[in-house]
């Protein structure tokens, strides 16, 4: 079993419009339910702690709704740890939920880089999906080279921003950011599942690439499972020798 960190914007209203938002509840249920189910411990973050603000939840979609009444769950998103206090030494892979407040108070967030790098540099899995990979950006690992550089990736393209009608609030495009850091932005059709893993970076391009995402990242952590295995395999035949 591996440890695996969610991350939650801390927005709660999109720019100076006052539009309420919040965490996409879509891109944290169906996630959670492949780690869960692959026996995975999750745990939550947010960018100023507390409780994160959630956006609407689709009360048809029976995961969303176990996701929001699960117990354990709802115990950890009362009170999430602020994402500059989290040792990464803990998790194995960090997951970035989307939902448009991300692009206010994921980027330029040197707490939540540290974090997302330290989670890289020691060999783990970072997963992001529509907006979530703005917490992406200015991500340096301990080369010196940027995290996105000649990666290929997937979020929230340009067209699906103005299908929203959030082409005029939004700060930036998420999609050009991207690319002016080396990404390679791959786009599919407007609200088309999309999913990209990019050595140990796996990033979807809105909320029905979510559950795509973290199957992605749960076949690197079988990998990483296999591995460690092997290697213990290994080491007991020796002592035995």
Same mark, same amino acid.
């Given at each position: 079993?591996?440890?695996?960190?969610?991350?939650?914007?801390?927005?709660?209203? /999109?720019?100076?419009?006052?539009?309420?938002?919040?965490?996409?509840?879509?891109?944290?249920?169906?996630?959670?339910?492949?780690?869960?189910?692959?026996?995975?411990?999750?745990?939550?973050?947010?960018?100023?702690?507390?409780?994160?603000?959630?956006?609407?939840?689709?009360?048809?979609?029976?995961?969303?709704?176990?996701?929001?009444?699960?117990?354990?769950?709802?115990?950890? /998103?009362?009170?999430?740890?602020?994402?500059?206090?989290?040792?990464?030494?803990?998790?194995?892979?960090?997951? =970035?939920?989307?939902?448009?407040?991300?692009?206010?108070?994921?980027?330029?967030?040197?707490?939540?880089?540290? =974090?997302?790098?330290?989670?890289?540099?020691?060999?783990?899995?970072?997963?992001?999906?529509?907006?979530?990979?703005?917490?992406? /950006?200015?991500?340096?690992?301990?080369?010196?080279?940027?995290? =996105?550089?000649?990666?290929?990736?997937?979020?929230?393209?340009?067209?699906?921003?103005?299908?929203?009608?959030?082409?005029?609030?939004?700060?930036?495009? =998420?999609?050009?950011?991207?690319?002016?850091?080396?990404?390679?932005?791959?786009?599919?059709?407007?609200?088309?599942?999309?999913?990209?893993?990019?050595?140990?970076?796996?990033?979807?391009?809105?909320?029905?690439?979510?559950?795509?995402?973290?199957?992605?990242?749960?076949?690197?952590?079988?990998?990483?499972?296999?591995?460690?295995?092997?290697?213990?395999?290994?080491?007991?035949?020796?002592?035995?020798?």
């Amino acid at each position: 079993m591996k440890k695996i960190l969610m991350v939650l914007t801390s927005v709660s209203e /999109l720019g100076a419009g006052g539009e309420p938002t919040g965490y996409n509840v879509a891109e944290a249920a169906h996630p959670w339910k492949v780690f869960r189910d692959s026996g995975h411990f999750v745990d939550f973050a947010s960018v100023k702690g507390g409780q994160p603000p959630r956006d609407t939840v689709d009360t048809e979609d029976p995961i969303q709704v176990q996701f929001t009444q699960d117990e354990t769950t709802r115990a950890g /998103l009362y009170n999430t740890a602020r994402v500059e206090v989290v040792d990464p030494e803990q998790y194995d892979a960090l997951y =970035l939920v989307g939902g448009h407040g991300t692009m206010w108070d994921f980027p330029n967030n040197e707490g939540l880089q540290k =974090l997302i790098g330290d989670i890289y540099n020691k060999g783990g899995v970072v997963g992001a999906v529509c907006h979530g990979p703005a917490g992406l /950006l200015d991500v340096e690992l301990h080369h010196g080279i940027k995290l =996105l550089s000649g990666k290929n990736v997937a979020a929230f393209t340009n067209d699906e921003e103005v299908a929203v009608g959030k082409d005029k609030i939004i700060p930036f495009f =998420l999609a050009d950011k991207l690319t002016e850091q080396g990404a390679n932005h791959i786009a599919a059709d407007n609200f088309e599942e999309n999913v990209q893993v990019s050595e140990r970076l796996v990033t979807g391009q809105n909320p029905a690439s979510a559950a795509g995402v973290a199957k992605e990242m749960e076949k690197l952590l079988a990998e990483v499972i296999h591995q460690e295995k092997a290697e213990e395999e290994a080491a007991e035949e020796v002592e035995a020798d």
